[in-house]
């Protein structure tokens, strides 16, 4: 297998490289690619020092899958170059997402709808993936009805710059802000620009992207999305209510057998999920499963995973895990 990454210089190209390397995927050759600013830069893999190059040079390679992660511009323009030479494109942006034509992938979900013909493979949003894998043997089992969010989202997942206006606040130093307001010991109550209906653009992936994910639109979906001040890793309050009734041991215990899925929940023995332990970690990880006694059916989970591996590149690389384990590069 020959490998693309597009977007090797940044944070989740970098996470990318390392998944590749520990999870061992049969790669012959990599090739890392960026924009013409990054090209010439030298990155160690694989105990080889690579060189970066650009994507029209990256395209002549004849890569048999392309992991992109450098923006929704940059997908919308190269991705359709690199399928059209054949390559399999797996984008992590938001470019393909909600394009009817393109699938959706969460591996354990529904890595199964992928064929030869699915040339751009759509990567969900960060927040989206971990949740959905904690809620679809739920909703298979119960039927959910209503699910109502609230995200608390590291700084990892708006990049590079964000971690540099955390430090710099932190030490009192001046520099960039990619946030309207300060982030050290601040929480912001907006991920992303702000849309016609008052949702912000990451609110409204979690409802979107849930309902195409699961294919049902019929869930009442609503999401408030809140930056904090921490490095690696979001953390979801998510209640649900379902149509069926259900038991909360029966609901752990769909979880703890559940793959991708750790559950900690022992609250008076302090053991619940938090990002600090996630962090570097492919698992999402679930805690605080209690009834909702104000509503019938009624659930709440607390949903945490690093929103670098699982929430973008281990992701990413399971899809192409899937496409090479079952011949369809």
Known sequence: MKVAIVGATGLVGSVMLKVLSERKLPVKEIILVA???????????????????????AINARP????????????????PKFAAAGTTVIDNSSAWR??????????????NELT???????????????????????????????IVISTYQSITGTGVKAVEQLNNEA??????????????????????????NDYTKEEMKLVNETHKIFNDS??????????????????????????????????RSILKRTEGIIVQDDPKN????????????????????????????????????DNLRKGAATNTVQIAEYLIKNKLV
């Open 171 to 196: 030490e009192g130093k001046s520099g960039d802000m990619i946030y309207p307001h300060p982030i050290h010991k601040n929480a912001l109550p907006q991920c992303d620009v702000f849309l016609e």
């Open 270 to 305: 302090g053991s619940y999920p938090m990002p600090i332990e996630a962090q570097g970690k492919d698992s999402v990880f679930v805690g605080r499963i209690r009834r909702d006694s104000s509503i019938q059916n009624g659930l709440n989970l607390w949903i945490v995973s």
């Open 35 to 57: 924009s013409s600013r990054s090209v010439g830069k030298e990155i160690e893999f694989g105990g080889k020092t690579q060189t970066v190059i650009g994507l029209e040079e």
């Open 64 to 79: 048999n899958i392309a992991l992109f992660s450098a923006g929704a511009v940059t997908s919308l323009e190269w991705a």
């Open 218 to 251: 019929s869930i009442g979906i609503t999401a408030t999305a809140i930056r904090i001040p921490v490095v690696g890793g979001h953390s979801e309050s998510v209640n649900l209510e379902f149509e069926n009734s259900y038991k909360v041991d029966e609901v």
């Open 98 to 111: 909600m394009d009817t034509s393109k699938k959706l992938v969460v591996p354990e979900i529904n890595a």
């Open 116 to 146: 030869q013909e699915d040339k751009i493979i759509a990567n969900p949003n960060c927040s989206t993936i971990q949740m959905v894998v904690a809620l679809a043997p739920l909703h298979k089992t119960y039927n959910i009805k209503r």
